[in-house]
């Protein structure tokens, strides 16, 4: 009876370790269990971490040597201290993640095949320059980045760390302009382009994705959906004094007005449509381009469910 007291009471002393390793929830070598959203919403999307490789050392070519670009093809472009640059969709969508330099600015690039939405941020966090790469995880539907440095989970949409010692630091949103290669060009004749030649073996010239953007099915679960416009529209997304609003590519063409006067979180905005190039800006009213979003509509509703819904008058 003493032996079996002693064995329970080891027993009991332990449980607690048990519990934690029986609740600990890993995906791709990332550990979730303290994650600040839930981690069943977290979904492998089916490479493994660094299965889709992020650039590193990003080579740019002056914009009359881009030779591998159409004026309709899309790109992302960020102007940042002085220096353009445009990241063609078509390398995005294998890579996801370019670790760039604008002057002594650490920035990150990142685009979201799924979620349609391309984002760059600066990468310079508390005086410390970070690299990110593709944790191979989905939050709904929308990629999780991580940083190198303390292997933090980071929402693209969400701006911010999600899990590990980086959790609930956001980061900085730089204006990202989506848009034609043609009309980024018009704006920024000196602008910069990233390089085919990444240093991966990629067929640059085959969508991964094709037939995705047209069809009204979603790959992986999302927190609410809204049947009032196709998943794929894509939207400008604008947050704004804690206040969101959509506007609808097809709201914002059916307007027959490339500018739209609006309010948002008691602010004043004008927005600037591109139906020839499908892109939009945004601007404060003394004419600063505020940073908004360009992505299909289910992502945008899934991270900010009490979005307004521009319609055209």
């Avoid at 009876?1 to 064995?7: A, K, N, S, T």
């Avoid at 980071?154 to 590990?164: V, Y």
Wanted: charged share 20%; proline share 7%.
């Amino acid at each position: 009876m003493r032996r079996f007291r002693q064995f329970l009471g080891a027993a009991l002393l332990g449980l607690p370790m048990l519990l934690t390793q029986a609740w600990a929830y890993e995906l791709n070598g990332f550990r979730l269990d303290a994650a600040s959203v839930p981690p069943g919403d977290i979904h492998p999307g089916g490479p493994p971490r660094d299965g889709i490789p992020a650039i590193d050392r990003p080579v740019f070519v002056p914009a009359a040597q881009a030779t591998h670009l159409k004026p309709d093809d899309r790109v992302l472009g960020v102007e940042w201290l002085g220096i353009a640059r445009a990241y063609p969709i078509n390398i995005l969508n294998w890579h996801e993640v370019v670790n760039d330099r604008f002057g002594d600015d650490a920035v990150v690039v990142t685009f979201c095949p799924l979620c349609g939405s391309g984002m760059a941020f600066g990468a310079r966090i508390g005086g410390r320059d970070f690299q990110f790469g593709v944790s191979g995880l989905l939050y709904n539907s929308d990629v999780l980045l991580y940083d190198r440095q303390t292997e933090s989970l980071w929402s693209q949409i969400m701006a911010k760390a999600i899990s590990g010692p980086m959790r609930g630091q956001r980061l900085i949103f730089l204006p990202t302009s989506h848009t034609t290669w043609g009309e980024w060009i018009r704006r920024h004749p000196k602008s910069e382009v990233l390089s085919p030649e990444t240093g991966y073996a990629r067929d640059y010239g085959r969508d991964p994705y094709l037939g995705y953007r047209e069809s009204a099915e979603l790959m992986f679960p999302v927190a609410i959906q809204d049947r009032r416009l196709h998943p794929k529209e894509q939207v400008i997304g604008l947050s704004l004094g804690g206040e969101h609003k959509a506007y609808p590519f097809s709201a914002l063409s059916r307007g027959g007005a490339k500018v739209v006067e609006d309010r948002v979180g008691g602010q004043r905005v004008r927005i600037e449509f591109d139906p020839e190039a499908r892109t939009g800006r945004v601007f404060d009213a003394q004419g600063r381009e505020i940073p908004s979003l360009i992505a299909f509509w289910f992502a945008w509703l899934a991270f900010h469910p009490e979005t307004a819904l521009y319609e055209a008058k």
